[in-house]
């Protein structure tokens, strides 16, 4: 494995943990109210730059998880070249389905720009009404994403289990983060109804999902040497 791929794969890890704390967490966050379309309107229509920040920071997200899903195939391919290309090939899924989400966001910054001529026939209701729309469906369809990205931790969690120099509690964080991730946004999708449980099910899995690929990242970032099989598992 190459000093440079896998230092390139870290570092697209690490920005991308970074972009999305600053995207989701801190912008997303701060402009949408959940369940009330008055004031999202009114704070996205105060803030046109700050949310067209937030997007820019989605499409960072998606070129580093192009970078991530090849540099990760070309790190974990000696442990296991069919698994290795799995988990690549699920990644660029769930970025596929992030870009349809995102475009949804897209859709939003028009819709409270306020100045273009075509929005001019819609009362403020129905602009208010459209948007939220919007933002749930960028939700609903991320979430829906985040099962394949679950089904990537774990094939990833799989071969770092196999590979002799990466370390076994950083597997098993890997592995608890793919599982976490898919029940989370299955059920999600599936019992939407049963808030109490979903979000039991978040705090379950919280450290796990936090802290796994950060993990990795960090660990492709300062660990070079290439992951070698275990005899018993290459036997």
Known sequence: MSATVARTG?????????????SYGYIHGSVVVNGDAAATFAR????????????LGWIVIIACDVVAAWALYQV?????????????WLRLAYTAVLGVAVSSLIVVSLLTGG??????????GQLQGEVMLALQGFEAVWSAGLILFGGHLLVVGLLAVRAENIPKPLSVLLLLAGF???ALHLCSLL???????????????????????LGLGIWLLFR????????????
Not at 10 to 22: K, Y
Not at 76 to 88: C, E, F, N, Q, T
Not at 115 to 124: D, K
Request: net charge neutral; charged share 10%; hydrophobic share 55%.
């Open 115 to 124: 100045s273009a001529p075509e929005l001019s026939g819609f009362t403020i």
């Open 44 to 55: 996205l229509q105060s803030s046109p730059s700050l949310f067209r920040a937030e997007i």
């Open 10 to 22: 870290g570092i697209s890890l690490i920005v991308m943990a970074i972009a999305a704390a600053f």
């Open 76 to 88: 974990l391919r000696p442990v296991h070249p069919g698994l290795s290309l799995l988990g690549a």
């Open 191 to 213: 019992v939407p109804e049963y808030t109490g449980f979903i979000q039991m099910v978040k705090w379950i899995f919280i450290l796990p999902m936090t802290a796994g690929e």
């Open 180 to 182: 976490g991730y898919m």
């Open 224 to 235: 070079i040497p290439a992951p070698r099989v275990h005899a018993a598992a290459a036997s």
